[in-house]
């Protein structure tokens, strides 16, 4: 980079700015290299005969099928605010750890 001001010697408003140029340029490489495998990939997965998707996404069982993957039923509902709710897996939702701080509620009151 002939010309290019050591960074020692810019002010600050020359680093942001060129702060700004590097993380765009970065997230279009990053967007130009992702097309780039994409396609090497979709091509290898054709000359196999399948399609991209299938080998990302495509999860199967014994047999060959599709594993069929539902959505989990809704376990528990906050009963001050309905949009709250938790289906009893993962990390148990911050509004529900409130709520029974304190010893105020059990899980169980929150059931559906």
């Known amino acids: 980079m002939a010309g290019m001001k050591n960074p020692e010697n810019m002010s600050a408003a020359e680093l942001t700015k060129l702060r700004d140029q590097v993380d765009r340029l970065l997230t279009e490489k ?3 290299a992702k097309a780039e495998l ?3 990939m979709a091509e290898l997965a054709k000359k196999q005969g399948m399609r991209l998707d299938d080998v990302l996404n495509g999860s199967r069982g014994k ?3 599709e594993k069929a993957r539902g959505k989990v039923a809704i376990k528990y509902r906050d009963p001050h605010n309905a949009a709250n709710t938790w289906t009893g897996r993962g990390r148990t939702p911050r ?6 701080k304190g010893g105020k509620a059990k899980k169980e009151d929150f059931l559906i």
């Open 30 to 32: 990053k967007i130009q």
């Open 38 to 40: 994409r396609a090497k």
């Open 63 to 65: 047999g060959g099928k």
């Open 95 to 100: 509004w529900m750890v409130a709520a029974m």
